[in-house]
């Protein structure tokens, strides 16, 4: 898996969306099969899965990964005050004004 997230970072890097969540997503598949009990690896993978969403302009995804990843890290213990280069308050003030009907929840 760690191979296989080396690469997607690499095609992350040449701006390769696409390529980089197919790798990301097989990653995912074999944190969850084969690292079971590995809550602060997979918050991670799920955490550059929903960047690469956003950065796609796909939020609705972005939002499902970031989610999932909080409550990955939550049962890990992991504090989460950052998804990779997007801070929480950058992206719940993004989510309020893309979704004003949920901002009293953002």
Known sequence: AQTLSHIAKVHQQRGEAREALDCYQEVLRI????QPGADHIIWRTL????????????????I??????????????TAVDRFG?????VFVNLFAR???EAAAAA
Do not use: T, W
């Open 31 to 34: 944190q969850y099969c084969h």
């Open 64 to 77: 499902e990964f970031l989610a999932e990843g909080c409550r990955v890290a939550e049962r890990s213990g």
């Open 85 to 89: 280069d997007f801070e929480i308050g």
């Open 98 to 100: 893309l979704f004003p």
């Open 47 to 62: 955490q550059q899965m929903g960047n690469l969403y956003l950065l796609c302009g796909d939020i609705a995804k972005c």
